[in-house]
């Protein structure tokens, strides 16, 4: 009884951690699409604030790596809220496109880059799940996220970019 118990359990913890890309290609048929990935909970920013705050990064710490040319900064945000405004040299990869076509970013974002990615702010999802797909999904290993998103850039007061170049 004991055993049966045991093995039921291990399945049913082991399937979502081990299954998520089989879960994605099998759900998406296409080698393109992210639309149903599902990142293990345990390496989840979506799921785990602890994932989520190890990858964090301040404002403060952004604007060093920016005026370094250190990191390719992404805004997950929609493509209407990038042109309202944006922080001056992000890249704009909404994150349903990328779900509909991961190329989008692996045409253009080589995978060794040091990334960044934002979005509108602690209530705001999308940068957590684009950096799923990056670290989780396409192998990106140094992506972290903008703390408090585009609300903390605000806050600092600093300078946002109108339009839709970088």
Same mark, same amino acid.
Request: aromatic share 6%; net charge negative; proline share 4%.
């Given at each position: 009884?004991?055993? @049966?118990?045991?093995?039921?359990?291990? !399945?049913?913890?082991? &399937?979502?951690?081990?299954?998520?890309?089989?879960? *994605?290609?099998?759900?998406?048929?296409?080698?393109?699409?992210?639309?149903?990935?599902?990142?293990?909970?345990? =390496?989840?920013? +979506?799921?785990?604030?602890?994932?989520?705050?190890?990858?964090? &990064?301040? +404002?403060?710490?952004? @604007? =060093?790596?920016?005026?370094? $040319?250190?990191? !390719?900064?992404?805004?997950?945000?929609?493509?209407? =809220?990038? +042109?309202?405004?944006?922080?001056? $040299?992000?890249?704009?990869? %909404?994150?349903?496109?990328?779900? @509909?076509? +991961?190329?989008?970013?692996?045409?253009? &974002?080589?995978?060794?880059?040091? !990334?960044?990615?934002?979005?509108?702010?602690?209530?705001?999802?999308?940068?957590?799940?684009? *950096?799923?797909?990056?670290?989780?999904?396409?192998?990106? %290993?140094?992506?972290?996220?903008?703390? $408090?998103?585009?609300?903390?850039?605000?806050?600092?007061?600093?300078?946002?970019?109108?339009?839709?170049?970088?």
């Amino acid at each position: 009884m004991k055993a @049966g118990w045991l093995i039921r359990m291990a !399945v049913l913890l082991l &399937i979502p951690a081990v299954c998520g890309g089989v879960h *994605y290609a099998m759900a998406s048929r296409s080698e393109k699409s992210a639309t149903h990935f599902v990142a293990p909970s345990t =390496q989840s920013a +979506v799921v785990s604030e602890e994932v989520a705050e190890r990858a964090g &990064i301040t +404002v403060e710490q952004l @604007g =060093q790596l920016l005026a370094a $040319g250190l990191t !390719v900064l992404i805004d997950a945000r929609p493509a209407d =809220q990038y +042109v309202e405004g944006h922080i001056a $040299g992000a890249r704009s990869f %909404p994150v349903e496109a990328v779900e @509909g076509d +991961v190329s989008l970013i692996t045409s253009q &974002i080589d995978q060794m880059a040091d !990334v960044v990615v934002y979005c509108e702010g602690k209530e705001c999802e999308d940068s957590a799940r684009l *950096y799923d797909i990056l670290t989780q999904l396409l192998g990106y %290993p140094n992506v972290r996220l903008l703390r $408090g998103g585009m609300e903390a850039w605000r806050a600092a007061g600093l300078p946002l970019r109108k339009g839709a170049s970088p």
